[in-house]
């Protein structure tokens, strides 16, 4: 049930683009993505809905295709600021509703050198 | 704008006590969620409070539960602590609707010894 992240890490020079994927076996209510630096609080990134709306940053882009459950976020233009933990987080409608849960990937390391 | 508060930042406690973790949502949001975050099972959830109604519950052991007061606050308690249990435990809070999105605080890092 915890989908799937790939790349499980990522190194960078500044300026390079990096994609990272995440496949649920699970059909989707929506994908969420998070960044977190060491000791501190996941921040918020993008969601992706079923059907299409989507809100987060300017400067990150994601998609979502609803047929196969895979989401993946485009990191362009790399900064130092980019280095963290991506996690995806999906909502599984069950029942109706996820009633708040979200199930996440494993995470992916990003890492971007100056 | 003030964001999700968790308290207190760090704990140690001993094998067998309990312990009890708080988070304040921001104001307005009236689910908050409890996850569990270790480097081994990554971040799993715990629970989820809406208008002080636990409406979903993980995969973990009855020595774990929560609360939440009529203000939205919640707390959780661990029982019988085990070493296993050491882990960092954020809280999200969500206005919740179409497109809802969580706001996660900056944990509680509980070390069991």
């Known amino acids: 049930q915890q989908p799937v992240q790939s790349p499980q890490a990522v190194i960078l020079r500044e300026g390079e683009d990096a994609v990272i994927n995440c496949s649920s076996s699970k059909a989707l209510y929506s994908v969420h993505w998070y960044r977190q630096k060491h000791g501190e609080a996941p921040v918020f990134l993008m969601i992706l809905l079923k059907g299409g709306e989507q809100k987060g940053h300017e400067k990150i882009s994601a998609s979502f295709n609803e047929k196969k459950q895979q989401s993946s976020l485009y990191l362009t233009a790399s900064q130092l600021s980019y280095s963290g933990t991506y996690f995806c987080g999906t909502e599984i409608p069950e029942g109706g509703t996820s009633y708040g849960k979200l199930t996440f990937g494993q995470g992916t390391i990003l890492t971007v050198h100056p | 704008k003030a964001g999700v508060t968790q308290t207190p930042r760090y704990l140690i406690k001993t094998r067998g006590q309990q312990v009890t973790l708080s988070c304040s949502p921001i104001s307005g949001h009236r689910s908050v969620s409890w996850y569990q975050q270790t480097p081994g099972q990554g971040l799993q959830f715990l629970f989820e409070y809406f208008s002080e109604t636990q409406r979903n519950k993980g995969n973990f052991p009855g020595r774990f539960s929560g609360r939440q007061f009529s203000n939205s606050r919640s707390e959780m308690n661990v029982s019988t602590l085990e070493l296993g249990d050491s882990a960092l435990y954020l809280c999200?809070?969500?206005?919740?609707?179409?497109?809802?999105?969580?706001?996660f605080g900056s944990g509680t890092r509980l070390t069991v010894v």
């Open positions: 999200a809070s969500s206005r919740l609707g179409t497109a809802a999105t969580y706001t």
